[in-house]
Nanobody, 121 residues
Framework: QVQLVESGGGLVQAGGSLRLSCAAS????????MGWFRQAPGKEREFVAA???????LYADSVKGRFTISRDSAKETQYLQMNSLKPEDTAVYYC???????????????WGRGTQVTVSS
């Protein structure tokens, strides 16, 4: 059974940076697309970024130029470097894995439990 465990969330001031990590276990996900979604209070879960096994990436317009997704297949871990954080980035961030590099939530089969990111103004 696949497990995805996020870490690295926390409280940061606007303009600051955080790096999220997501470790996979249970089966290899090296051929899967790894992605990040986020959900703010009272809002739908939305796509943030994704990366395929070849390093191809996809970003939401709201984070382009500020966030960078990467992965270390040998460690079965993916990362989300978040710079120039804004209060509107405050949300629970979820790691996900699926077969296709796409921004659609229902295209991802496996999900972590999430890590809270809070950006103060």
């Amino acid at each position: 059974q696949v497990q995805l465990v996020e870490s690295g969330g926390g409280l940061v001031q606007a303009g600051g940076s955080l790096r999220l990590s997501c470790a996979a276990s249970g089966r290899t996900l090296v051929n899967y697309v790894m992605g990040w979604f986020r959900q703010a209070p009272g809002k739908e879960r939305e796509f943030v970024a994704a990366i395929n096994k070849s390093g191809g990436t996809l970003y939401a317009d709201s984070v382009k130029g500020r966030f960078t997704i990467s992965r270390d297949s040998a460690k079965e871990t993916q990362y989300l470097q978040m710079n120039s954080l804004k209060p509107e980035d405050t949300a629970v961030y979820y790691c996900a894995a699926g077969p296709t590099l796409i921004a659609r939530r229902n295209a991802y089969n496996y999900w972590g439990r999430g890590t809270q990111v809070t950006v103060s103004s």
